[in-house]
């Protein structure tokens, strides 16, 4: 997921993000939406990060295709570690058709090294009439669009439990003030504040980019974000600094940040949703709200509710944003057929599929914001597509993928021994840095 992490595309025709319009393929190609079963007796491999129920609902996307179409499809879970595995498999002469890629420093990866193939005419029109410029960008490499992002990501929400807060006395936060004076109300009360799951490295980048966003503003965002500032760049270690005050609080990560670090993505949830709870609060994106109503069973907007992550010292609110791009690999055995996926997937009806299960974002201008399941979930949709060009995408995922991608190195594995020992945010700087220069160099 970016949920865990971290977050599409077709090529015969076809288009985006979160919610698409289907467009028919010229020169006799069957569209996905024709019902004509031409597609029969085809298996598209699909890889991606999606375990869980993330995994079960996009599977849900899958089984309409192969309704429409009559192609079979096999979901291959990869782990966060997409570059290695994807990699392995195709120098191993296995490798998938599509792959939903979480990063958009892993989709200039695979371009550059000649893996992608560029999405055809009939998704490129689509993507471009019905997505925000922002979305194309982020999924072309030179000019060329390889990636249609069919599930993004709003990554600016602390997500509640009103029950905790209200046993508290406490509402929900507008500055980032009031946030921790509320946690620690809550902390007072019984219940510590935040669930952490450093276990999952990505979570703590998510962290940071909303602290960095805040303070020091777009410009600078997308200079770090290019690594054209140094991540030893005073803004750098003033955002760490920020956060690092509130990871050695004691009285607002819940089991101190021994536990944070032993926590994965999901576990941090449990920890505000599940059935024992033990925080009130837990930061992440829209995708907790698929978790908290999956796994256990919470009606979004009344059991669980998120504010938007506040400005930092009263400067503007953070609008962090992700997605999964769907790309189709030219050494996949069944191109013909991946890109009338990707076809499927940039409509609509593909995005309102697992939109009505929860958990999902379209950005997608077509989609109906109807087949959200509740209004917390529509409302996010709407500031989402609302946002425009104006959001900026999630900067580890913008990273090449030895520094912002990979379990147990790069940013994930620094800002975990931040986590652990926050004294010291210059050399935290200078560790990021180090890592950031290899891997941009590589």
């Not at 003030?177 to 809550?186: E, S």
Request: one cysteine or more; aromatic letters at 10%.
């Amino acid at each position: 997921m970016k949920m865990q992490r971290r977050t599409t595309l077709l090529a015969g025709c076809g288009s985006l993000v979160l919610a698409l319009g289907t467009t028919a393929c010229g020169g006799g190609a069957v569209s996905a939406g024709g019902g004509d079963k031409a597609l029969s007796g085809q298996t598209v491999t699909v890889a991606g990060v999606w375990s869980g129920s993330e995994q079960a609902n996009f599977q849900k996307v899958l089984d309409a295709f192969t309704e429409k179409t009559g192609a079979k499809t096999q979901f291959v879970s990869t782990g966060d570690n997409v570059s290695t595995v994807v990699g392995s498999k195709i120098e191993g002469g296995d490798a998938p058709d599509v792959v939903m890629v979480p990063q958009v420093g892993v989709l200039k990866q695979f371009a550059g090294q000649g893996w992608l193939q560029p999405l055809s005419g009939a998704v490129q029109q689509t993507v471009s009439a019905d997505y925000a410029p922002v979305w194309k960008n982020y999924g072309s490499v030179d000019g060329t669009l390889y990636g249609l992002y069919f599930k993004a990501a709003h990554k600016s929400m602390v997500w509640y439990s009103p029950q905790a807060l209200s046993q508290a006395g406490v509402q929900p936060p507008k500055t980032y003030d009031q946030m921790l004076k509320a946690g620690h109300t809550v902390s007072d009360s019984g219940l510590s504040a935040f669930s952490v799951g450093g276990e999952d490295g990505w979570t703590l980048t998510d962290w940071f980019e909303n602290f960095y966003l805040s303070q020091a503003g777009p410009q600078k965002y997308d200079a770090l974000a290019a690594h054209k500032l140094k991540w030893t760049d005073a803004s750098v270690v003033k955002a760490l600094t920020t956060l690092g005050a509130l990871f050695k609080d004691k009285q607002l990560i819940a089991g101190g940040q021994k536990e944070a670090l032993n926590t994965d993505f999901p576990g941090s949830v449990e920890k505000v949703f599940g059935p024992k709870p033990e925080a009130a609060m837990v930061y992440e994106g829209d995708f907790v709200a698929g978790v908290a109503h999956d796994q256990y069973g919470k009606t979004v907007g009344k059991d669980a509710d998120f504010f938007p992550f506040p400005a930092v010292e009263g400067t503007n609110a953070p609008v962090v944003s992700g997605g999964d791009a769907a790309v189709v690999l030219k050494a996949g055995k069944h191109r013909t057929a991946a890109m009338q996926l990707l076809e499927y997937l940039a409509s609509p009806e593909a995005a309102a599929v697992w939109a009505g299960e929860g958990g999902f974002l379209s950005p997608n201008k077509k989609l109906s914001l109807s087949s959200y399941p509740d209004d917390v979930t529509r409302a996010t949709a709407k500031s989402l597509v609302a946002a425009g060009d104006s959001v900026r995408f999630d900067m580890s995922d913008q990273a090449p993928a030895a520094f912002g991608g990979t379990k147990g190195a790069g940013e994930w594995k620094v800002l975990q021994d931040f986590l652990r020992d926050p004294s010291n945010p210059k050399a935290t700087a200078a560790a990021l840095e180090s890592s950031a220069a290899k891997a941009y160099r590589d």
